[in-house]
C-alpha cells in the first residue's frame, strides 16, 4: 500500500542529501535537550582541520584530514607516503591535529575509524580505546573504531 503513495527514486542528488542533512539535524535538535543547547554554541558545526607533510621538493608526504565538531575531533583519514612510514611522521601529524583541536577549538575527545590491516595498534599505542569492532566490513576485513579523551 505505502509503495503505491510515493516514487522512489535511487540517484546520488546532492541537493537531496542537503535537505535531508538538515531536516534530520532540526528533527534531532527538536528532539534532544543536549543537541539544541549546542546549536547557539560555535561548536554546533563541523569544521574542517587538515595537516599536511610535504617533502623537500613540495610533494604531499602525508597528511590528516578531519573535522572538529561538539568538542569532539573527527579524524577521517591518515596517510602516510610508504617512503616515510616508520619515521614517526603519523606520529607527528597525529599530535598535530590533537593539539589544534583541544588548544584552538577546545575539543576534550577524538575519535577515528580504522581497519585492521592499517592502524588499530598504532593507535592504542597513542593512548586510544577500542570502543566498536566490527567484523567483516567490507566482507573479510575488521573494522575498529577508537577514541581518545583528554582528562
Excluded at 611522521?89 to 599530535?95: K, N, R, T
Excluded at 583541544?102 to 592502524?119: I, K, M, N, P, S
Excluded at 588499530?120 to 567483516?136: H, L, M, S, T
Amino acid at each position: 500500500m505505502v509503495s503505491r503513495m510515493f516514487r522512489i527514486e535511487t540517484e546520488v542528488d546532492k541537493e537531496r542529501r542537503d535537505l535531508l542533512r538538515n531536516r534530520l539535524r532540526e528533527t534531532n535538535t527538536a528532539v534532544s535537550p543536549v543537541l539544541r543547547a549546542l546549536r547557539s554554541t560555535p561548536g554546533a558545526r563541523e569544521v574542517p582541520l587538515h595537516v599536511w607533510a610535504l617533502d623537500g621538493a613540495g610533494a604531499l608526504a602525508g597528511g590528516l584530514v578531519g573535522h572538529t565538531w561538539a568538542t569532539w575531533l573527527h579524524v577521517t583519514y591518515l596517510w602516510v607516503d610508504e617512503r616515510y612510514r616508520g619515521a614517526g611522521l603519523g606520529s607527528l601529524l597525529l599530535a598535530r591535529a590533537e593539539r589544534l583541536a583541544r588548544r584552538e577549538r577546545g575539543c576534550a575527545a577524538v575519535r577515528l575509524e580504522t581497519w585492521e590491516f592499517q592502524a588499530p595498534r598504532f593507535y592504542e599505542k597513542r593512548g586510544y580505546e577500542v570502543v566498536c569492532v566490527i567484523p567483516d566490513y567490507p566482507p573479510g576485513i575488521t573494522e575498529y573504531t577508537l577514541v581518545k579523551r583528554w582528562g
